[in-house]
């Protein structure tokens, strides 16, 4: 499971600007904003970005000035393989060591959307733990509870972080993740490509 909210693209204007620095090439910017807006790239522009980003990443320096803001709600064993990711990248999390006992445990808490019956079983089980372990936390503030809590999240359990990224960064990742085996690289790749201009920019071919 995977889910991304609050999606927000910034500095392509600024970024396309900068592209053109190399040749002095300002006077041919035909970009604009919309009625809504949003930020286009005019023919000449988008024809300019697609050659410089075909031409390899010491062409395309302008996408690292794309930014990428998102919040993103995803299981602690996808966190750790997109946790390879440090460079151009910033993350803010919810805090388990702070804020794991404030609220009931729930089974949508967990990503088990490919749990088997059994495994469900065993899921449930474990909720029903960490639940009365949360409880007597709550109540006794006891350090022993708190580790319980903390050595026996799953790693399905579901953490929120709002991340910050570049489009060059997102060329790595979707390239390298596209035909990853876990379902939730796929969603991402498939949220990569509804960014503004994605398909021209991050996506292309290499």
Not at 144 to 172: F, H, K, S
Request: proline letters at 3%.
């Amino acid at each position: 499971m995977i889910h991304f909210e609050h999606t927000s693209v910034m500095n392509l204007d600024n970024a396309m600007r900068g592209a053109r620095n190399p040749m002095n090439s300002w006077g041919r910017m035909d970009s604009g904003y919309d009625e809504e807006g949003n930020y286009c790239l005019g023919p000449n522009d988008l024809d300019l970005a697609k050659r410089l980003r075909k031409a390899g990443s010491d062409h395309r320096k302008f996408i690292r000035q794309i930014l990428v803001s998102v919040d993103i709600t995803a299981p602690i064993y996808w966190w750790k393989e997109y946790d390879t990711y440090k460079v151009a990248t910033v993350a803010n999390s919810t805090s388990t060591m702070h804020k794991i006992h404030a609220k009931p445990f729930e089974l949508e808490d967990f990503s088990h959307d490919h749990l088997t019956e059994k495994g469900l079983q065993v899921l449930s089980g474990l909720i029903r733990d960490l639940e009365e372990i949360r409880l007597r936390f709550v109540e006794g503030k006891e350090k022993e509870d708190w580790y319980d809590l903390i050595q026996l999240l799953p790693a399905g359990y579901n953490q929120m972080r709002t991340c910050t990224l570049n489009y060059e960064t997102l060329v790595n990742i979707y390239h390298a993740r596209k035909n990853h085996k876990l379902e939730e690289w796929h969603s991402f790749c498939g949220w990569i490509r509804g960014l503004p201009y994605a398909e021209e920019l991050i996506v292309g071919e290499e």
